[in-house]
């Protein structure tokens, strides 16, 4: 048998390793895709369409009362996962600014 038989096989035993490793990942993720659970996302503007940065996003489970908050990024994003399926009140606030709410 020759050494760099032995090494090779090794080698390619790791590789096989870490493409299952990736594999796994892969399916977990799939999973959590179906497990049933949702998002709200979006961006938040003023009335003149300019983004705003640090606002506060809260979305309130309306059968639980559970709350999730996120803040906007500088670009004025925001995205709330995982949620489960159900009714939310989605409040955004910002210093500066109004409040407002809206149920989803």
């Known amino acids: 048998m020759r050494p760099d038989g032995n090494i090779l096989f090794k080698k390619c035993s790791r590789r096989g390793f870490g493409l299952f490793v990736v594999l796994l990942l892969i399916a977990t993720v799939a999973k959590a895709q179906m497990a ?41 994003d925001y995205n709330i996962t995982p949620l489960l399926p159900g009714v939310y009140a989605v409040t955004v606030t910002a210093a500066g600014f109004e409040s407002i709410s809206r149920k989803m």
Do not use: L, Q
């Not at 998002?39 to 940065?53: E, F, M, R, Y």
């Open 36 to 76: 049933g659970t949702g998002a709200i996302s979006g961006t938040v503007t003023d009335p003149t369409g300019a983004v705003i940065a640090k606002a506060m996003v809260i979305a309130t489970a309306v059968d639980t009362n559970v709350n999730t908050t996120r803040i906007t990024t500088t670009a004025g």
